[in-house]
């Protein structure tokens, strides 16, 4: 059997970084079995390389090589939690089912308007679909 991929995405801000343990924490146990991929900040990187929520910890160091190293994966989920241009960017060229923004999309950033975010529970019926 495949393992799901999830890729986290959270660069900066160490007050941010510490608040989303739980979130983090939550994730991992939800998705038991799952291979779960930080997309961090060196930051995030030393804050959580001692931490057993993610089996794989990458150091953003550009937006064209991260698109390229994550490419070949299929994601169920992603957690954009950082929704910059820089996050939206590498989400948009990735094969992933399910896009959890914290904020806005890249569409809605560029154009500075958002519309109403749909529950988890409602993308996770739609992707069954």
Excluded: W
């Amino acid at each position: 059997m495949n393992r799901k991929n999830i890729l986290i995405i959270r660069f900066s801000a160490l007050g941010d970084l510490v608040t989303f343990e739980p979130m983090f924490r939550l994730i991992r146990e939800s998705f038991k079995d799952a291979n779960i991929i930080f997309l961090t900040s060196k930051l995030g990187e030393s804050l959580y390389k001692d931490i057993n929520y993610f089996d794989r910890l990458i150091v953003c160091k550009g937006v064209v090589d991260q698109i390229k190293a994550l490419k070949e994966n299929k994601f169920e989920i992603i957690f954009n939690l950082q929704c910059t241009k820089k996050s939206h960017y590498v989400t948009l060229f990735l094969n992933k089912k399910i896009l959890i923004n914290r904020d806005s999309n890249l569409f809605q950033k560029i154009f500075g308007f958002k519309r109403r975010a749909k529950s988890f529970e409602t993308m996770l019926l739609e992707s069954e679909v």
